[in-house]
C-alpha cells in the first residue's frame, strides 16, 4: 500500500489557471507538508500542518493556499497561475511530538505552467 | 538557510563501501542530524538519524564526531541502485521544517 500518494503525478496548464495538488497520506500521522522543487533541485518547505492547524507557512505567495479536511489529507490550491510556480510538488508526512520523526514524501507532482 | 556542508559529488565503485561527508559545525546540542536521499523523479526518502552516538539501521550507519561538527553517512556495500542525492540536514525546530541543502550527488559506478 502506498504510504503517501499525490495527484495528479504531472499536471500542465496555462498561465491564469486555477489548479489543486491532492494528498493523502495512510500512515495515522499527524502532521502534513507541503515541499517545492525547483528546477534548480533546491526542495523548500512551504507550508505544515499539525491535527488539521497551520503550524508553518513560509513565504508563499497567498495564491498557494493549503486545505487539510482531516490529518489523512492536506490538498493544495494554486492560484492564477505563473509561469514560475512551475516545479515539482512534494507531500510529506511525520508523526508529531515531543522529539522529531522521520518524514515520509510522497511521489511528487510535476506542475508546468506555459 | 541548510546549517551544513556537503560535496557537491562523488563517485563509488559497486560493491564498495560509499563514505559521505557532511560538515555543521553550528550546530547545537540538542539538534539532531539526519539523512535523507532522493533517487531521480521520487520523493526523498528518510535514511538514518543521530544525535550523539553512532547509529545503523538496514540502510546505512551514521559516524558523528565527538564534537558533533560533522558527520559521515556510509553505505557499507554500495549499489547502482543507490544513486541518487544525499541531504545531510540538521533539524532547526520542532515544528518539523526540515532545511534542504545542495546536498552530495553520488555516482555508484559498475
Known amino acids: 500500500d502506498t504510504a503517501v500518494s499525490q495527484t495528479p503525478k504531472y499536471l500542465v496548464t496555462q498561465m491564469g489557471n486555477d489548479k489543486s495538488i491532492k494528498c493523502e497520506q495512510n500512515l495515522g500521522h499527524d502532521t502534513m507538508y507541503w515541499y517545492k522543487q525547483d528546477s534548480k533541485k533546491f526542495l523548500k518547505i512551504m507550508f505544515s500542518?499539525?491535527?488539521?492547524?497551520?503550524?508553518i507557512n513560509e513565504t508563499v505567495p497567498n495564491r498557494f493556499s493549503p486545505k487539510s479536511p482531516d490529518k489523512a489529507h492536506l490538498n493544495l490550491h494554486i492560484n492564477s497561475l505563473e509561469l514560475g510556480d512551475s516545479a515539482v510538488y512534494f507531500c510529506a508526512s511525520s508523526r508529531s511530538g515531543g522529539r522529531v520523526y522521520e518524514q515520509y514524501f510522497g511521489p511528487g507532482t510535476r506542475l508546468t505552467v506555459t | 538557510d541548510a546549517k551544513t556542508t556537503q560535496p557537491t559529488s562523488m563517485d563509488c565503485a559497486e560493491g564498495r563501501a560509499a563514505n559521505l561527508p557532511c560538515n555543521h559545525s553550528?550546530?547545537?546540542?540538542?539538534?539532531?542530524v539526519y539523512w535523507y536521499r532522493q533517487i531521480h523523479s521520487q520523493g526523498p526518502q528518510y535514511i538514518i538519524h543521530?544525535?550523539?552516538n553512532n547509529e545503523t539501521n538496514e540502510m546505512a550507519s551514521l559516524i558523528i564526531t565527538e564534537d558533533r561538527k560533522s558527520s559521515t553517512l556510509i553505505l557499507p556495500h554500495a549499489t547502482l541502485r543507490d544513486t541518487a542525492v544525499y541531504y545531510c540536514?540538521?533539524?532547526?525546530?520542532?515544528?518539523?521544517?526540515?532545511?534542504f541543502g545542495q546536498g552530495t550527488e553520488l555516482s555508484v559506478k559498475p
Open positions: 543521530g544525535l550523539k
Open positions: 500542518y499539525n491535527n488539521k492547524e497551520l503550524i
Open positions: 553550528t550546530i547545537s546540542g540538542n539538534e539532531y
Open positions: 540536514i540538521v533539524r532547526v525546530d520542532q515544528g518539523g521544517k526540515l532545511i
